[in-house]
């Protein structure tokens, strides 16, 4: 009997922990400006749920500054509107059905009409609030297809909302990529309702003309609603007419003023019709409800469909908002457009507002992978969806739109990844695969981009002619180097699938096409004592001298995209094996590791103390690991941690470059889990990880945890040895199956001294065939600011494995009812500490987060 209880206590334990994650609010942690300067370009505004349709936020002017996600710290409000992207670079996009409230009547509604700050802008999940130097304060709320706007206008004789269909986010680089405004249509309605759409082309990725259509309603009757057109600030016609449309190329919208102080308004919106667009905001939004029931419904819908899919065991608030705020910023886009593509009927998912896979390939994919099964699983058969109907995978696309593609084809690295993990479910793989061979073999149309007319930057591999022709790509196209090095990749990613399907033929071809980044390798290449780099190689076979520590422009035109010689040429990660015997082995493969990190190497990069390695630009995200290959897993941890700890934090300025739509939270994201993915690979390379217990729930009932005990992240986070699931580990990598197939438990022991603790194998290296000729470093070379310590404890578990064993099971069995008892207090205090709000910090109402942290 009383073992019965003891089970039944257990078990209550059980459930009560299982309650206290699903009742926090971890949103409460989530800082909505974290990146928002310093060049992270992210979005602060209201997203009701992971990949929202509807972004809806400020867009800010300030001179001649580029406002990528509308939002800007200072400057003036020109309106709040329903869509934008998140973390981007090259030039804003969207910004588009906007609302700007204005004091009193309005004269002419072609003017400048915005408005600056009187105060920080506010923000917490699901919530956005704004104000106006013109007295207006502006609350959002959002769903999947609507948004909500609540204005409290300061006392006067009248006030205003104008509905502008031709406001946009400009662009001011001057590099033809700002977007236009080619027309729309208006309507008022005798209800006080509106509908239009409007048509809007280029942006950043060069698309052609697009419409979203619109329909908006308010919580009170107007006092008066008149249409206008115009050209620039010139008015053609303002007046009262309900019912009657306009539509042109013209400048077009509509005015409506009201005596309440307070105002509401609902707007949906939709690719399709403006008739969707209404349905979707009935449906999602209803006339009676109120602006924090929506904020608690995004609240809840993140709490339950992101956050609380990764538990830590830290109660610091800096760690919570590490953790929360990243995985927040990883899942703002792709945007889930299923039921609004315009293009094609469809049962497939759609998902739009990839930005792009040149960014995301490296670690963020398969971090969406891990979080997020179901929806990564829709993503990946809406790759295969827009191949069927445009003829290409995406690189990145947006509006509906493929572009731009920067290097290779990167999605058949994303879909690989995915194949090799075994993602199924309803996945056509043949189409899949189809889809790469079209990458691999097919010259895509030039769409004759000025920053690089010599081939396609919309879709598949622009440079395939020479790939096909030499096994290397010549100075005739651009971004030459670069594109080999990404190239590679792609074939290694034809060669995974086509193994899996049994083209043996196919699979032999790209194998060897995998190799040819080798191919641009110029043994005589030279800097800073070592020998061998990618280079751009001519025709006749003949290398173009080129120093290693420049890639010129860095840019569209020239032979390396926002990369440095030295860094592509630690890029071919399905063939490091190759790699290192190419420098020289083990010992000159570390050197120039470590050279990468070593401060006032270039002239660039200042703000990361001039070093080769640039933690704000992907082509650097996977060095800091590399060290794993060569026996160095320390080293491997040292250079991330201070990558981490020096580059990263949840403020405004948290990020170390552009978000790119999520790359630099993944990146971070992984490091505090302790690990590494190798994209098209099923290896995952270790570090060390943040906390001393991390739980991911994986679906379906599988999880994995990571526990670490010993050290810290601070000084002492150095791996001392490993199990994984029970078992001792000695190599510096794991498996897909070993953690995340079925879960798994990774066991850290950390300290404050390296230790070669990684005896065993070396990460696979699968197009390197037998070209291995060195085993890793034993003992390795001695660290700076380190001894490192050769490590006992893989011979103490064989020695005293038995009887650690049995005097486990002895402690577990003496100490089992005071665990339980215990563990139920333990239980019971957190939920009631988390409920509260750890540390002070309030999960009730609408505590904010001021923009100037």
Known sequence: MAVVKTLWKILAVLVLADLTIADIDYSQYVNLFEGTAGGGNMFPGVVAGPFAMVKLGPDV????????????????????????????????????????????????PLVDLSSGRVSADQAEVGYYKSSLANGVVTELAATEHAGFYQYSFPESNSTSIVVDVSHVLPSYRGLGWGQGYAGGSFSTFADGHYEGSGTYNNGWNLAPNWTIYFCGKFGQKPLSMKTFT???????????????????????????????????SRVGISFISSTKACQSLDDEISATVSLQTLVQNAKTKWNSG???????????????EMLYSNLYGMHIIPSNRTG???????????????????????????????????????????LIDIWRRDGWLPDARSSNYNGRTQGGSNADNVLADAYVKGVRGAVNWEDGYSAMVTDAEKVPPNNNDPKAPDSSTKDGRGALPDWLRYGYITPTFSRAVSRAVEYSANDFALYQVAKGLGKTADANKYLNRSRNWRNHWNPKATSNGHNGFVVPRLADGSFVTQDPLSCGGCYWGDAYYEGLPWEYSMNAHHDVATLIDYIGGNDRFIDRIELMFKGGMVSGNSQFNNTIFNPGNEPSFTTPYLYNFVGRQDLSVRHSKYVASSYYNSGTSGLPGNSDAGAMQTWILWNMVGLYPLTGQTTFLIGSPAFQEMTINLGTGKNLKITSTGGDDVLAYYVQSLKVNGQPWNKPWVSWSDVFENGGMMEFVLGSEPVNWTTGDAPPSPASGDTRHEPPVTPPTVPSGGRLRSSKRHHHVLIYGAVGTALFFLILFLFLILGVYIGWWHCGCTYFRMKRGLKGVKGTGFNTKDSDE
Request: glycine share 10%; net charge negative.
């Open 306 to 320: 992101v956050f609380s899919k990764v538990t830590i065991s830290s109660t610091s608030t800096s760690d919570l």
């Open 340 to 382: 609004e593509n315009p293009g094609w009927v469809s049962k497939e998912p759609y998902y739009d507002d990839i930005f792009t896979f040149w960014d995301l390939f490296r670690c963020s994919t398969a971090l969406m992978q891990v979080l997020q099964p179901v929806a990564y699983e829709e993503q990946i058969r809406s």
């Open 230 to 264: 115009g050209t620039n600030t010139a008015l053609s016609t303002y007046a009262s007419q309900n019912g009657v449309w306009t539509s042109g190329t013209y400048r077009q919208g509509g005015v409506f003023t009201f005596v309440e102080t307070t105002v509401t």
């Open 61 to 108: 002017s300030s001179g001649m500054t580029d406002a990528y996600s509308g939002y800007l710290p200072s400057g003036s409000f020109t309106g709040f509107s329903m869509m934008h992207e998140s973390g981007t670079g090259g030039a804003p996009k969207y910004g588009v059905v906007s609302q700007m409230p204005v004091v009193g009547d309005v004269a002419n």
